[in-house]
């Protein structure tokens, strides 16, 4: 091996480490809570979503939203009260348990439609940049939060990066 190659073969190494490193330090910067191969591999589903319209009458002012993770709705605002699941609390049957805060609240005209929404058994479905669940009779249109574009636009760049450009 001649000289100057030994040097090429390691500035190449060190030129690697420091991409990896960097895209390691721009994925725990930009995607708190996930990791790059989740924003890199996850569902286009998932991400908090915003609750537009339940059975078509505009609950914007509500507050109703969801995170799903993998597919699946972990977590969400039911207008009042945050609620969530751990993955460790199944019961044998397969149900899930979450834990919801406990404020009392007045009941919402929509919130058993709402709850519908959540559960495994809504189809979901993307129209466009709308996420669409259905669980018959109700119907659920939502918007991307904005912090999952974030994520997902910076998780499009470090693919195209990883590919070699927009020539890949």
């Known amino acids: 091996?001649?000289?100057?190659?030994?040097?090429?073969?390691?500035?190449?190494?060190?030129?690697?480490?420091?991409?990896?490193a960097a895209v390691t330090v721009l994925s725990t910067l930009f995607l708190p809570g996930a990791s790059l191969w989740h924003a890199i591999a996850a569902?286009?589903?998932?991400?908090?979503w915003k609750f537009t319209t339940i059975d078509g009458r505009d609950v914007r002012a509500v507050g109703y939203n969801i995170l799903i993770r993998w597919g699946e709705v972990v977590a969400g605002h039911d207008g009042c009260n945050n609620w969530g699941e751990d993955g460790a609390n199944v019961?044998?049957?397969?149900?899930?348990?979450?834990?919801?805060?406990?404020?009392?609240?007045?009941?919402?005209?929509?919130?058993?439609?709402?709850?519908?929404?959540?559960?495994?058994?809504?189809?979901?479905?993307?129209?466009?940049?709308h996420l669409i669940l259905h669980d018959e009779p109700h119907?659920?249109?939502?918007?991307?939060?904005?912090?999952?574009?974030?994520?997902?636009?910076?998780a499009v760049s470090i693919t195209k990066a990883l590919r070699g450009g927009d020539n890949a």
């Open 1 to 20: 091996m001649r000289r100057g190659q030994h040097h090429s073969a390691l500035a190449w190494l060190i030129a690697g480490g420091l991409g990896v």
């Open 43 to 48: 569902p286009e589903e998932d991400g908090t």
């Open 91 to 129: 019961l044998d049957n397969g149900d899930r348990i979450i834990t919801i805060d406990s404020q009392e609240c007045p009941p919402g005209l929509l919130d058993e439609a709402y709850w519908l929404l959540t559960q495994p058994t809504a189809t979901m479905r993307m129209e466009g940049e």
């Open 139 to 154: 119907r659920g249109q939502l918007r991307r939060a904005a912090e999952r574009r974030c994520a997902a636009l910076l």
